[in-house]
């Protein structure tokens, strides 16, 4: 295994460890869940259907052959949480220390760099799709 293959492995389990571990908190409608996404106005179908997408970027990004999708909806996902947080619901919420911020920006990061890693996947995607029309 060379070191692009060990770093990819890498972004894509934190990613997906990180928006797994969130889980239970959506599904469960925790107290800080709950009050995130009443703040925004969308909860409780915003903060499960955020879950179940979450759930399948975790799934997709694990399995090699659909990175590439689990990566575009991580991200997708991930540019939601921040445009929340700096817009609405600040950096830091009901005194997480930015934890939440902090795991947005990372998932984020890790899935556009396994979109730049994946970028001959994605150019061949197009491709093909291109071919059919």
Known sequence: MNITTVFNWVLRVVAALIMLQTLFFKFSASEESVYIFSTIGIEPWGRIATGVMEL???LLLLYPRTTVFGALLGAGIMGGAIVSH??????????DGGL????????MVACLLLLYFNRR???ELISKMQAKQ
């Open 100 to 107: 939440l911020f902090t795991y947005a920006v990372i998932v």
């Open 121 to 123: 996947t994605i150019q």
């Open 56 to 58: 399948i970027a975790s």
């Open 86 to 95: 700096l817009t609405i619901l600040g950096t830091e919420v009901k005194g």
